[in-house]
């Protein structure tokens, strides 16, 4: 008998559901939510509300569009954390419930599982190439920054982490300063392609081991940009591809030199990126160009999966329906990372 499963992916703004048969993914409705970009930044409790509207037609259309009815599912999986708790709760409750009404397992899915496994979404009609376990994975989202060590599809090590800020967090702080808007993520990168990469220095952690920071390049390009207004008003105007790309390039620049170390000190070839900000233009040719240079195998992941989709949610619940590794009505929502 097919094993079905819906995923359902409400961690932060984006309400998103999916169907995946057998592995194999049938549907992914992603519902964004636009109401934040005149805030500059996520309003936690808009953004519950918002989920709170989309949340049964986004499952009604990706069952539609899946051609499944909601008695053939076999589990309901859903993102239990971490995230915006007000923003949790209402995929979580809409979740179980369903589970329950209908009599099957639900499934508790970590987001940050989601997306490294984000890499083994297979859609018909496109490529798949997945990693070969053991891989590195580096996590870069708005939230997060990590490297993990994935020995499994359901065994995996956060090696390394952010002691403050995330890198999204740091590109969409530095973005805002320039008035560019929210999410600065994109807009930065398109800048960047125009700028100069070694037109400005900012500072870089020192950090041991496999962490990181960003809190203190975030400072750096503050006061930088500060003494630079007070000669010249038009400053931001005159140089913003140039902020841009040396901004971004610093922050590849500190995320590739850990993973390098890694990989290196645990000799894996096999390396993923993961995450919002891997939609990042000057990340991706780093991992190209890394690939070159030191042979690693690099997994870049379509830059629909990069943002946070129940795809990659349902993925997490169809490895672990296989492994039998379901949750109780219990287990609450959680905002911060529990592995
Ligand atoms: O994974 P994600 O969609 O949400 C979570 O944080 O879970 O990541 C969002 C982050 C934001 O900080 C956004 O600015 C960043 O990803 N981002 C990018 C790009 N696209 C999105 N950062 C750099 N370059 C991009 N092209």
Not at 120 to 139: G, K, V, Y
Not at 193 to 209: C, D, E, L, V
Request: hydrophobic fraction near 40%; proline fraction near 5%.
């Amino acid at each position: 008998m097919s094993i079905i499963i819906l995923g359902i992916e409400s961690s932060c703004d984006d309400t998103s559901a999916a169907v995946i048969k057998d592995g194999l993914l049938l549907s992914n409705v992603v519902a964004s939510q636009a109401v934040h970009e005149a805030y500059g930044g996520v309003v936690p409790e808009l953004a519950s509300r918002a989920h709170q509207q989309n949340v049964v037609p986004v499952v009604h259309e990706a069952l539609k569009r899946a051609g499944i009815a909601k008695e053939q599912l076999s589990a309901v999986a859903f993102t239990r954390g971490p995230g915006l708790m007000g923003s949790l709760l209402v995929g979580v409750s809409f979740a179980k419930g369903l589970a329950c009404s209908l009599g099957v397992p639900m499934i508790d899915v970590n987001h940050l599982h989601g997306h490294v496994l984000a890499h083994f979404i297979q859609a018909p009609d496109e490529d798949f190439n997945p990693p070969e376990f053991p891989f590195l994975c580096l996590l870069v989202s708005g939230g997060n920054s990590q490297i993990i060590l994935v020995n499994a599809y359901n065994d995996m090590k956060v090696i390394g982490q952010t002691i403050d800020d995330a890198a999204g967090e740091a590109i969409d702080k530095c973005s805002k300063v320039m008035g560019l808007g929210y999410p600065g993520g994109p807009v930065i990168d398109k800048l960047a392609r125009q700028g100069n990469p070694s037109a400005y220095t900012f500072s870089k952690p020192h950090i041991p081991g496999y962490d990181y920071s960003f809190s203190g390049l975030k400072t750096s390009f503050l006061y930088s940009l500060r003494e630079w207004l007070q000669d010249d008003p038009d400053f931001i105007v005159h140089h913003k591809e140039d902020l841009a790309a040396s901004l971004e390039a610093t922050i590849v620049d500190i995320l590739m030199s850990k993973l390098r170390k890694a990989a290196k000190d645990l000799n894996i070839r096999e390396v993923a990126v993961a995450g919002g900000v891997s939609a990042n233009n000057g990340l991706r040719n780093a991992f190209r160009e890394h690939a070159k240079k030191y042979g690693w195998k690099v997994y870049i992941p379509k830059f629909g999966y990069t943002t946070d989709n129940a795809a990659m949610i349902a993925m997490t619940g169809y490895f672990k329906y296989l492994d039998k590794q379901f949750c109780t009505i219990d287990m609450p929502a959680y905002s911060r990372v529990l592995i």
